[in-house]
């Protein structure tokens, strides 16, 4: 697959792709306003967007166009969804912009999910007059300080996986303090991400996982488990990157209060969660039993 910028040759193929896309993800509204909307969309709206296609074999099979840094349009053809078109097309912007904008349909579960997936987090949400329907936007930003001449980007945090399994497992192993058991397996993993999809997290830089977090909860309370940094990557802000990514997802989720486990001879554990302003609850007792 190739990204490449959009040629004035590509033109009908983006519309007839952002056509195909739009009436699919968005049945709640109805066909006739996306149809009027084609020749807007080719004489108006894209030669003023700056536009990235993906192409497979000489096709174009998905797009993205902003305008400046709000995505107008991200779209790929219906039969190539799930191939990762979607995901390198966001990931050309994130690396061309440093920060991102975008508007979602409430009712689009799937773009909601796609975005918090790459790091996207909610920051308000509006009545679009002209359809009647809620708009839920959402920004990313280049996680860290920005970068000056010379020096090398900060890793990204990004939602975690179960392709990232092996090299997750891996770094927990290797992290002092973490308590690893049977519940810890490729399965039972996949089944709590799945519980709780794009809550979790890793700090990623140049391919190489450099922290994780995993980040779920009941409906009523959060919980954070297995936060964990590489030993040569830390005190780099890493973690606590991580575990405030970790709260915004939950925020986002409603949930307003986030409880963690940590081994009280984990000494720098402990710490690390002090300085981070969690409080130890001294009034609560801990007891277990296997089901």
């Not at 927990?172 to 993993?189: A, F, K, V």
């Amino acid at each position: 697959m190739k990204i490449r910028k959009f040629e004035p040759k590509d033109r009908d193929s983006i519309v007839e792709i952002w056509y195909k896309a739009s009436i699919i993800a968005h049945d709640f509204i109805p066909k006739e306003i996306w149809e009027a909307e084609k020749t807007t969309i080719r004489d108006q709206y894209l030669p003023l967007a700056e536009t990235w296609v993906a192409e497979e074999e000489g096709k174009v099979i998905g797009f993205i166009s902003l305008l400046d840094q709000y995505i107008g349009g991200l779209f790929v053809e219906p039969s190539q969804q799930g191939k990762g078109a979607g995901t390198q097309l966001i990931q050309r912007a994130q690396e061309e912009k440093g920060h991102l904008t975008v508007g979602v349909y409430s009712k689009n579960s799937a773009a909601r999910g796609f975005y918090r997936k790459h790091g996207f987090r909610k920051t308000n949400e509006e009545l679009q007059t002209e359809t009647g329907e809620i708009v839920i936007n959402k920004a990313w930003k280049q996680a860290g300080d920005s970068v000056k001449s010379g020096e090398s980007k900060p890793a990204a945090i990004r939602a975690l996986v179960i392709e990232d399994y092996d090299a997750v497992i891996e770094l927990w192993q290797n992290t002092e303090g973490i308590g690893l058991s049977e519940t810890d397996s490729r399965e039972n993993i996949r089944r709590f991400l799945a519980r709780n999809p794009y809550l979790s997290s890793v700090a990623e830089k140049d391919g190489e996982i450099l922290g994780a977090v995993l980040c779920g909860h009941d409906s009523r309370r959060g919980y954070l488990h297995h936060l964990a940094v590489r030993s040569d990557r830390r005190l780099q802000g890493i973690g606590k990157r991580l575990v405030d990514i970790s709260l915004e997802n939950l925020k986002a989720e409603g949930i307003d209060k986030c409880h963690i486990f940590v081994f009280r001879e984990n000494e720098k554990g402990v710490a690390f969660w002090a300085q981070n302003e969690w409080k130890a609850r001294l009034d609560l007792t801990i007891m277990s039993k296997r089901t």
